[in-house]
């Protein structure tokens, strides 16, 4: 081969090269802008702006579309919209999203804003109130946080949403806080009148993913279950046996937590009285006479045996305690109560649940990640963006 043959052959190869190489990028282009737009428009529930959308189509380019995602957190309607929408039906009974920003929803967005051990939000003395020129935390009202959302406040802004203390602000002491559980939306909505099992299934619900049937179990023994409830309803002892015992047997033990807590309509605000069992305890004693009458807020997690431990309870704690904290610890140690959190945030990202295989080993992973790294819920949105970025 003489050296003009030779020349051709290497230019001609040098052309395929870049030819393909071109090909390549005018492909990968539009893909990774595509990605980045998708992150950043479930990340922050807005469009990028051009420079956003530059630096997290190059963070794509890199291989870290982790990074990326954290660009779109930094978007004030992720704390604003995003999470407030994820929080919101946690705080009601009607699970609605359209409830107003309260105490529970900004200590929720506050928390995450800050990567505290999200654990807490079943046990912290804890509670985010507003800064500067924003009215005083008030225990009787929400106008607080209902001025908050109607003057769109940044709720990523540290000097705006405050970290704080409930015992500094609500006049429980810190021994009886227990996260968003003892806030005045929570008391508002599911200590009112009933007999506190309400906030226990809907705290069951909102951080453990998990409804009663889903926790039904007939084998455990019935003995702490209260005098209110019928052993023959309907006149049908069959009915408790087969039914009513499955959801009381676990839930009056841990319920039990909350013997001193109510929420008192004429004041506007959460109760405490230690040492006192609240009468809603002892209502409807005639029921059935021989049952249990609560004597304290003594707690005991009749779900570590049985089906319910597929719940993955810590064996460093005890599994029974004193309160509404300790009870909030025992959930928020659990397997369960991690898997939670990671699920329902793939479902706020990815727009539908984990439904095949790799959808479940990317929740399992993202578990490790959340569980090995404090607790922090940006973490688990971060890396569940760059999962779902393609689809």
């Not at 919101?88 to 990567?115: H, K």
């Not at 059935?288 to 309870?313: I, L």
Request: aromatic content about 8%.
């Amino acid at each position: 081969m003489n050296h003009k043959n030779s020349s051709r052959l290497i230019a001609a190869a040098v052309g395929a090269v870049l030819a393909v190489g071109g090909i390549g990028a005018a492909h990968a282009g539009p893909a990774e802008r595509a990605q980045a737009k998708r992150i950043h428009d479930r990340i922050a529930g807005v469009p990028p702006s051009a420079d956003v959308l530059a630096q997290m189509e190059q963070d794509i380019i890199n291989g870290q579309p982790v990074q990326a995602a954290r660009r779109a957190m930094q978007a004030p309607s992720f704390y604003t919209a995003t999470l407030k929408n994820w929080v919101t039906p946690w705080t009601n009974r009607e699970q609605s999203v359209f409830a107003p920003l309260n105490d529970y929803t900004a200590t929720v967005i506050g928390m995450v804003r800050d990567d505290v051990d999200f654990r807490q939000v079943l046990s912290g003395d804890i509670l985010y109130v507003g800064g500067s020129g924003l009215p005083a935390y008030s225990p009787t009202n929400n106008n607080l946080y209902q001025q908050m959302e109607d003057a769109d406040v940044n709720l990523g802004d540290p000097s705006v949403l405050v970290a704080s203390t409930q015992s500094a602000h609500t006049g429980l002491p810190a021994a009886a806080t227990a996260g968003v559980m003892t806030t005045r939306a929570a008391a508002q909505s599911f200590f009112i009148a009933g007999t506190n099992r309400a906030m226990f299934r809907f705290t069951l619900m909102a951080h453990m993913c998990k409804d009663m049937e889903q926790v039904h179990d007939v084998q455990l023994p019935p003995d702490r279950i209260r005098q209110d409830v019928s052993r023959s309803p309907g006149g049908d002892s069959r009915i408790f046996l087969n039914n009513c015992i499955g959801c009381h047997t676990g839930m009056d033990p841990l319920a039990q937590a909350f013997a001193y807590y109510n929420y008192d309509e004429t004041a506007g605000r959460i109760e405490y009285t230690p040492g006192t069992v609240q009468p809603k305890y002892l209502i409807n004693q005639d029921n059935f006479k021989p049952g249990y009458v609560t004597p304290d807020d003594g707690w005991t997690n009749y779900w570590r045996q049985g089906v319910n431990t597929v719940m993955g309870w810590d064996d460093a704690l005890p599994g029974s305690g004193s309160g509404a904290k300790s009870m909030g610890q025992e959930l928020a140690s659990s397997d369960q109560f991690a898997r939670c959190q990671v699920e329902k945030v793939f479902k706020t990202v990815c727009l539908r649940p984990p439904v095949n295989a790799a959808d479940r080993n990317e929740v399992n992973r993202v578990m490790g990640i959340f569980r090995g790294n404090g607790y922090r819920v940006k973490d688990v949105f971060a890396e569940t963006a760059a999962y779902c970025r393609g689809n």
